[in-house]
């Protein structure tokens, strides 16, 4: 039976993918908008995660050519470069969702006084 | 032409990005030294973005396809741009569009904004280099950096807006990285099945590797947050609130760029980068959609007949509109799929007219409720009359455009034999012909209570009714904002007029030819 | 709501999780991943650009369109904030005039005609309590430490060929450096270091010397960022001006990710007024 | 060498049993003050056994100028953490000492539950 191998195998899907839908399920029930943009932050995470869980090769080194390396290279020695790449990029982008979104709270709370959505709605309503 | 040019001439496609970029950056950092030159600067940055796209639209239409390789590397290790006719059509909207309401909405910008101006022109700039660059890239994760960049542009543009503008934005923010990350996330099962990012590279791939239980799902989340991005039925709630309180400036680009391109992406990666069997052939999901799009028409429809101010009312008609295309889109006939392209373009334009002349109300009278729209055919007979005209586009009556992709739609409609589809297209066209003659109702037979003032907004419809039409005096928006309005609406018409050309030259050659 | 959402998510999730099934295994060298396009960089990079480091390689070179945009989603982050928060109101209508507290840092609006009030009145009391004594500790550590991170933060910079490291790293360590010393003093201190303007002009030149070195190969005839036109410039070769590149590139985006988030610190920490902080 | 080994072994465990301190001490603890005190002291103290096992395991491994270098540099990493993290601890007591915060006592827990 190969199911421990299996499961052992693939934890790193599962991992993130909990942590998808952690942060997706914190972004729509939450009432805090604090705490949405953290399960904001959550999400993004996860996926960073999943694609650098991607680059992974077993046996392999990070991705800096070694010195004894230069003359002939063989790609099997080496982690994947472009994920890496690729979330830095995310990584970036998420912070400055992250700077946007910490941004319009600062400005809702300067509003309504409040960061609880039910609150915020409150007052537009009887308003 | 002589050697320079056709040396800078090969780079339009990079330039359609870059141009505007930089340019806004120059007039961000113009805006620290002087205020006055950061207009200039953006003007000049979205007009050499219009003319690269013009540049490419015809090189496109004589049957060329541009590729262009960024930092020389082809494209499996690179970043292309590919950009046939379909996408430099939409370029040349985008670049239009953005240019012409940046004329429009100067003055206001610089009214609201003052001091802020410049940043306000470079993050609009911003916005549209980075749709352009949506449109143009063949690079799917590019696609996700450009559109963030577009979507965090747009969230700060949002943001500046009416008292509950922030917290609109802030749930448009929510919303829409839900929908960026589901498609990054997409992009994460692409690059773990394929091992690429090109789309030309992975549909060659996906076409060797026959039907795969990982491409089924990366397409699933790419849709799902494409929906969530374009404001498709279940998951538009974001955009009425956002739209409204959005300053008129931001929500006339907006509403008329955003959605379409979100649309243009899904059509993308249907077309070019997922086998079109994963899409149509097993009919579920296509039917599915359809179904969608015809219960989103119908809400849509309803909310914004319970509406009370002019541009709340629009929004809804923009979630209709979107509904339009993706239903028309998930056809799967070559009828439906020409109707949703040429309703981009069409929508592009009509959207832009008819939230510009609202802008104008908005200027002159303060306030957009119906009870403020009295006598205004008499204070301002050129935006109205192109309100009118654009009204008459969305609700689709003959020599304007908006009638052209109906026709198609619903052509495509009955062939595929979706009914349903077809009863919501021709009741969606009732019922916003109600919603237009109610305005046009208000706007021509009722005359204000008094003369109104700076806040007409006090005005109670009750007062006292005037019996006969007493003339009021002219008070048109202002000269600037008026000729782009005239501009558009004039456009819509030529639209209507080249339609057969523009299907013809740039739509067809773009739908691959499986579809019948 | 709370339901519905708990319903959706772990359906999706269900269908995720099982889709996860067909995934190829954690670390498995066969998978397409690591076998289409990355043994091509793996290969090549050293040779293309003499650089060791071939994350630095992919990210400068190769992908490079994509780090610009990169940095100018940072830019437009900084734009956003800006644009959101600032205010300048303070202080221009005319009439009254701000009283600063020294020691605490808290300004007092004094009406027109107004006095300031008492040494010991009521104003004043409950502005002492919120005064901060001098704290040694956490200055001192932080004065000390700054010069050092700011050095460490240039090491990652130059080094990034060879080691990780890079642009973005580096542009974020330099630009704690300056919020630390906001913390650790107060904003006034560090507004004196790095005016707001600085930042902002800062942010737009560094995404600018990368998008310039862009279109500077562009003018010289390639295509857009492709360094290798840049050679007769830079005296070196081909491979060389490759590698030359990418550092002026990064340099770049040091400055800017470095005056971004200094920028966004200022904006947020005092709500867009610029007199406060924390 | 083995008799390293086992010494590596031993402080990693260490390290790993006082940060899993530190953690209960952040669930346990009554207040803010004491949750504070449980986490810098212990973070510390793991910290140092984990660095002290990675220089052990460099040194027995390459025992060359190397190896000496990279174990330098660990050094110097021990002694960034000495100095950043009671500071960072200090601040944040001091930070919650002038929003007001009351250490905890018996009395103020029988005040209010």
């Known amino acids: 039976m190969d199911a421990i191998p299996y499961f052992i195998g693939k934890y790193n899907y599962w991992g993130c993918i909990f942590l998808f839908f952690l942060g997706m399920y914190a972004m729509i029930s939450k009432t805090n908008l604090i705490k949405k943009i953290i399960g904001l932050n959550i999400f993004q995470t996860s996926i960073i995660l999943f694609f650098i869980s991607a680059s992974f090769k077993h046996d392999a080194t990070l991705p800096i050519l070694m010195e004894e390396h230069k003359g002939a290279i063989d790609p099997v020695m080496y982690l994947n470069p472009l994920p890496h790449v690729l979330m830095l990029t995310a990584i970036v982008v998420a912070v400055a969702t992250l700077g946007v979104a910490l941004t319009l709270a600062l400005k809702v709370y300067r509003i309504y006084g409040t960061l609880e959505e039910d609150e915020i709605n409150h007052a537009i309503q009887s308003h | ?516 | 709501m709370k339901k519905l959402a708990l319903i959706l998510c772990l359906f999706a999730g269900g269908l995720l999780l099982m889709n996860a099934h067909y995934l190829p295994m954690w670390g498995d060298p066969a998978s397409p991943a690591s076998t289409h396009v990355s043994p091509y960089f793996i290969e090549n990079a050293y040779e293309h650009t003499k650089t060791p480091n071939m994350v630095a390689v992919v990210l400068a070179d190769y992908r490079s369109y994509d780090t610009m945009f990169e940095a100018a989603v940072v830019l437009a982050a900084g734009f956003a904030c800006f644009f959101l928060l600032r205010s300048r109101a303070r202080g221009k209508k005319g009439g009254h005039h701000y009283y600063r507290h020294i020691p605490t840092g808290v300004t007092i609006k004094i009406e027109e005609g107004g006095k300031l009030p008492a040494e010991n009145s009521k104003v004043f009391r409950s502005i002492d309590a919120l005064w901060t004594p001098y704290d040694p500790i956490i200055q001192t550590t932080c004065r000390c430490l700054i010069p050092f991170l700011q050095i460490y933060s240039l090491y990652v910079l130059a080094h990034g060929h060879y080691s990780p490291g890079g642009g973005f790293q580096a542009g974020v360590v330099l630009g704690a450096t300056i919020i630390l010393l906001a913390i650790s003093h107060n904003l006034k201190t560090s507004l004196k270091r790095m005016s707001e303007r600085t930042a902002a002009l800062w942010s737009i030149i560094g995404v600018f010397i990368f998008a310039g070195t862009g279109l500077l190969c562009l003018l010289l005839g390639m295509d857009y960022l492709n360094y290798e036109v840049l050679a007769p410039l830079l005296l070196s070769d081909e491979a060389m001006a490759r590698s030359h590149s990418i550092l002026i590139v990064e340099v770049g985006v040091t400055m800017a990710v470095m005056a971004v988030m200094v920028w966004i610190y200022y904006n947020l920490s005092s709500a867009g007024q610029q007199d406060e902080g924390l | 060498m083995i008799i390293f080994d086992i010494f590596i072994a031993l402080l990693l465990a260490a390290g790993c049993v006082f940060l899993l301190g530190g953690a209960l001490g952040i669930l346990r603890m009554p207040d803010f003050y004491t949750r504070l005190h449980g986490a810098s002291l212990l973070d510390t103290i793991a910290l140092v056994c984990l660095l002290s096992a990675s220089i052990l395991y460099v040194l027995t491994r390459h025992p060359d100028v190397n190896g000496l270098i990279t174990s330098l540099k660990i050094i110097l990493i021990a002694v960034f953490v000495f100095i950043t993290s009671p500071t960072a601890t200090h601040a944040i007591a001091d930070a919650g000492r002038r929003a007001g915060l009351k250490p905890w006592t018996r009395q103020n827990e029988e005040e209010s539950p």
Request: charged share 10%.
């Open chain 2, 1 to 516: 032409m002589d050697p320079i040019m056709m040396e800078f001439s090969q780079h339009s496609p990079v330039l359609i990005v870059m141009a505007p970029f930089l340019l806004g950056m120059a007039a961000a950092a113009a805006g620290w030294a002087n205020r006055k030159w950061a207009f200039p600067m953006a003007f000049l940055g979205l007009l050499s973005g219009l003319i690269a796209a013009i540049h490419m639209l015809i090189k496109t239409a004589k049957g060329e396809i541009l590729v262009y390789h960024m930092a020389g590397w082809l494209p499996p290790f690179g970043i292309a741009y590919r950009i046939d006719t379909f996408s430099a059509l939409i370029l040349t909207a985008i670049m239009a569009v953005a240019l012409i309401n940046l004329v429009a909405s100067r003055a206001s910008a610089e009214k609201d904004f003052t001091e802020k101006a410049p940043a306000w022109y470079a993050l609009y700039v911003f916005f549209v280099s980075g749709l352009a660059g949506m449109v143009a890239t063949e690079d799917i994760f590019n696609l996700y950096v450009l559109l963030e960049i577009a979507s965090l542009s747009a969230y700060a543009l949002i943001g500046m807006g009416h008292n509950r503008a922030p917290f609109a934005a802030l749930n448009y923010l929510l919303m829409g990285t839900i929908g960026a990350s589901f498609y990054l996330m997409g992009v994460a099962y692409i690059y773990i099945a394929t091992g690429s990012l090109n789309m030309t590279d992975i549909a060659v791939i996906l076409q060797e590797m026959g039907p795969n239980p990982t491409i089924t799902m990366a397409f699933a989340l790419c849709m799902t947050g494409l929906l969530a991005k374009m404001a498709a039925f279940p998951v538009h709630g974001w955009l009425p609130n956002a739209y409204t309180f959005a300053p008129d400036a931001t929500t006339n680009v907006m509403a008329a760029l955003t959605t379409k391109v979100s649309i243009y992406i899904m059509i993308r990666l249907v077309l070019s980068l997922f086998p079109l069997s994963l899409a149509f052939d097993t009919g579920i999901i296509a039917d599915a959609m359809v179904w969608l799009a015809t219960i989103g028409i119908f809400a849509g429809a309803f909310m914004a007949l319970a509406q009370k101010s002019f541009k709340r009312m629009l929004t809804y008609i923009v979630v209709v509109e979107v509904a339009y295309m993706v239903g028309g889109f998930w056809l799967g006939n070559r009828a439906g799929m020409t109707g949703a392209m040429l309703h981009i373009l069409n929508d592009a334009a009509m959207t832009l007219c008819v939230f510009m002349a609202v802008a104008n109300i908005r200027a002159r009278r303060g306030a957009d409720a119906f009870s403020d729209l009295k006598g205004l055919f008499q204070t301002m007979p050129f935006s109205m009359g192109a309100l009118v005209i654009s009204g008459l586009a969305i609700i689709g009556i003959p020599p304007t455009c908006g009638f052209f992709s109906k026709w198609y739609l619903i052509s495509g409609g009955i062939e595929a034999g979706h009914w349903g589809f077809v009863i919501a297209l021709l009741s969606a066209s009732i019922i916003n012909a109600i919603l237009f003659f109610k305005v046009f109702e208000i706007a021509f037979f009722e005359v204000p209570a008094e003369t109104f003032g700076q806040n007409s907004r006090e005005h109670e419809s009750d007062h006292h009714t005037h019996h006969g039409l007493p003339s009021l005096a002219m008070a048109e928006a202002r000269i600037s904002m008026l000729i782009p309005l005239i501009i558009m609406a004039l456009t819509l018409l030529a639209l209507g007029f080249m339609t057969g050309g523009i299907v013809n030259l740039f739509i067809d050659p773009a739908i691959p030819g499986q579809v019948l």
